[in-house]
């Protein structure tokens, strides 16, 4: 770890790598809890035709991309609630309409080409700069203050939107902000792990910590544990081993979600031996074993 920290643009990765382990779980949570976990997708390409505007118009990429990705997040709202398009074709749209936006826009970028939207695309965490560092920084304390005035209420409309709205809550501004906090999420990750894969990140570590947890706060605390040792890691394994750091981030949260798995079955049988057990832990108590993600069922 030292000879990391002997590196100027090491130094400003671990930052970064930090930040997005930290945030990108916490928004993921509420994501898989509303059935939406294709959204960072989504949200991710329309991201990089805001990276493609910040060059053609020689501002800073990350901003605009943050501007863009949260218009697309506003937009898939509208369309989802005053159309008749469904949730997964308004995303089709994003991912559509993004992609083939952002190689407009590049291509009419002098003396830029697609292969410059690589290092958006794929990562590349050194590459990150000082300015870079400060918006992400920005945008994190942004997500996580959101999470922290908002997450009950959000809670509420990821478990069930009948019952938010029976409750009283504001589900359209809700569903909006947490459309918009993924958008934001998804500019904070994409120079660490690239738009691609930004998904990965937000989702992976949840389904994980999901194997095994049974409430929703544990969960999430569960999760951006491991989404920060998938980052820390995943940069470090990356740096030794000279690899690229974003698919090296995603597939050590895919090995530890093979983990989770097999100990979640585990810790599952052996719990399902002391049920049966007359007048074991859990006897007569069915709840106990149900799926922590059945609506209703999470406790916050």
């Known amino acids: 770890m030292t000879e990391l920290l002997q590196y100027e643009f090491m130094r400003r990765a671990l930052v970064a790598a930090v930040l997005v382990g930290l945030v990108a779980p916490i928004i993921g949570t509420y994501l898989v809890q509303r059935r939406l976990a294709l959204l960072g997708d989504g949200i991710g390409h329309v991201a990089l035709t805001g990276v493609a505007l910040g060059l053609l118009t020689s501002t800073s990429p990350v901003l605009t991309a943050a501007v863009v990705a949260t218009a697309g997040a506003v937009l898939i709202e509208i369309v989802r609630v005053r159309t008749r398009t469904s949730g997964d074709?308004?995303?089709?749209l994003l991912f559509y309409g993004g992609i083939a936006g952002g190689v407009l826009l590049i291509g009419l970028t002098p003396g830029a080409s697609n292969a410059t939207l690589v290092s958006y695309l794929f990562g590349s965490v050194s590459t990150v700069e000082e300015a870079d560092l400060w918006v992400v920084g920005v945008l994190a304390a942004g997500v996580v203050g959101v999470v922290a005035v908002f997450g009950r209420e959000l809670f509420v409309l990821c478990q069930d939107e009948e019952v938010a709205r029976a409750h009283g809550l504001p589900?359209?501004?809700?569903?909006v902000l947490l459309a918009v906090t993924a958008a934001l999420t998804v500019v904070i990750a994409m120079r660490v792990v690239g738009v691609l894969m930004v998904s990965a990140?937000?989702?992976?570590?949840?389904?994980?910590?999901?194997q095994l947890t049974?409430?929703?706060?544990?969960?999430?605390?569960?999760?951006?544990a491991i989404g920060l040792l998938?980052?820390?890691?995943?940069?470090?394994?990356?740096f030794y081993a000279d690899l690229s750091p974003g698919s090296t981030i995603v597939l050590l949260a895919l090995a530890?979600?093979?983990?989770?798995?097999?100990?979640?079955?585990v810790l599952r049988r052996a719990s399902g031996a002391r049920t049966r057990e007359p007048g074991g832990p859990g006897a007569g108590d069915p709840a106990d074993t149900m799926p922590q993600t059945d609506r209703g069922r999470v406790k916050p």
């Not at 589900?171 to 569903?175: E, N």
């Not at 530890?256 to 079955?265: E, K, L, N, S, T």
């Open 89 to 92: 074709v308004a995303l089709a």
């Open 171 to 175: 589900v359209r501004f809700l569903s």
């Open 201 to 210: 990140l937000m989702i992976v570590p949840v389904a994980a910590a999901q």
């Open 214 to 224: 049974k409430s929703f706060r544990v969960t999430m605390l569960l999760a951006v």
């Open 230 to 238: 998938s980052s820390l890691g995943g940069l470090s394994t990356s």
């Open 256 to 265: 530890v979600y093979c983990v989770a798995v097999a100990a979640g079955g």
